[in-house]
C-alpha cells in the first residue's frame, strides 16, 4: 500500500481534528451514521458516550460553525473512501464507531452487517500534534470569561475603527475610530489571518517582524517547547476559519495581560491583523 498508507494516515488525523469541533466535550465514543448523497457522503446523525462519571465540560468558545465542520467531516470521509477503494476496499457509508482510551482513538468503518470494512489506531505521538484538542479547550475555557469581560468594556470605550497603523519599533498601534478620533496604545501583534486561504499565522513566526513587538506572544505559545496538545499555539501557522483564529487571539490577550483585542484590516487586502493592546487606549 506504500504511500496510500501515509495518506490514509493523514486523512484520519484530519478527519480527527474535524470530530473534535463537530462531537461534545469528553467523549470516549461517538457513532457517526454516514450517507451518501450527490456531492458526496454526509454525516446524518451523530451519537456520543461519556465515561458516565462526572458532568461533561462546556463546549468552548471556538467561534466555528459546527454545521460546517460536519460538511467537512463528510468530505473527508469521501476522500479516505476513494483511497480506500483504490486499495480493493470499497465503502459508500454505513456507520463510523470511534472510541478513544488514554493514549490512542480507534477509527472503525462498519458495513450495514455490523462487520468491519477499515480498521485504523491513532497513537498519542500524532494525537497531541492536532489543532483540536482536550488540553487546548481546558486552556479556552480558562481564559474565555475574563476576555469577554475585557473585551466588552474595551470595545465601548473604543467604538468602531476605520484605519490603522503599528510601529514595530516602539509596539505603538494608532487607532483611527470612526468620527475621526485618533487613539494610541502599546500592542502586541498576536498574528494574520488571510481569508483566501483561510490561513493564520502567529505573528512571531514572521522573521521580518521586529521581535518585540511579538515576544510576549511568544512567550505564551513557547514554540520552542512544543507542548503536548497545545500545536495550535506552536504550530507557526495552519488553515482554520477566521472566528477560531480570533478565538486564540483571545486567549492569548488575557495571557499577556492585555487590554482588548483589536481586528485590523487594510482596504483592498484580504489580510486581518489582531493586535493585543497593552494599555487602554488614549
Not at 514554540?223 to 501557522?237: C, F, I, K, V
Request: hydrophobic letters at 45%.
Amino acid at each position: 500500500m506504500g504511500n496510500d498508507s501515509e495518506l490514509l494516515k493523514a486523512l484520519t488525523l484530519a478527519l480527527q481534528d474535524s470530530l473534535m469541533v463537530v462531537a461534545p466535550p469528553g467523549w470516549t465514543e461517538v457513532d457517526l451514521d454516514i450517507v451518501a448523497s450527490p456531492a458526496g457522503l454526509r454525516v446524518g446523525a451523530l451519537s456520543a458516550k461519556g465515561n458516565g462519571s462526572t458532568e461533561p465540560p462546556p463546549r468552548p468558545a471556538l467561534n466555528i460553525d459546527v454545521r460546517e465542520e460536519a460538511t467537512r467531516l463528510g468530505e473527508g470521509l469521501t476522500e479516505l473512501t476513494r483511497v480506500l477503494a483504490e486499495n480493493g476496499k470499497p465503502w459508500d457509508g454505513g456507520k463510523v464507531k470511534i472510541s478513544r482510551g488514554k493514549d490512542f482513538v480507534e477509527w472503525k468503518l462498519l458495513l450495514p452487517d455490523g462487520s468491519m470494512r477499515w480498521f485504523t489506531r491513532l497513537l498519542l505521538p500524532d494525537l497531541e500534534t492536532l489543532v483540536f484538542s482536550d488540553d487546548l479547550f481546558d486552556l479556552l475555557r480558562g481564559t474565555e470569561r475574563a476576555f469577554h469581560s475585557l473585551q466588552g468594556d474595551f470595545a465601548r470605550r473604543l467604538g468602531s475603527t476605520t484605519a490603522h497603523a503599528y510601529d514595530e519599533a516602539s509596539q505603538r498601534l494608532t487607532l483611527t475610530g470612526a468620527d475621526g478620533t485618533i487613539a494610541h496604545a502599546t500592542a502586541q501583534l498576536v498574528g494574520s489571518y488571510t481569508r483566501e486561504d483561510f490561513l493564520w499565522v502567529w505573528g512571531w513566526a514572521v522573521a521580518e517582524l521586529d521581535a518585540a513587538c511579538t515576544a510576549k506572544v511568544r512567550h505564551v505559545c513557547a514554540p520552542e517547547n512544543t507542548q503536548a496538545g497545545l500545536s495550535a499555539l506552536w504550530r507557526d501557522h495552519f488553515h482554520c476559519d477566521e472566528g477560531f483564529a480570533w478565538a486564540l487571539a483571545a486567549h492569548i490577550t488575557v495571557a499577556v495581560g492585555g487590554r482588548g483585542l483589536v481586528r485590523a484590516e487594510s482596504p483592498g487586502l484580504p489580510v486581518v491583523v489582531l493586535y493585543a493592546l497593552l494599555e487602554n487606549p488614549a
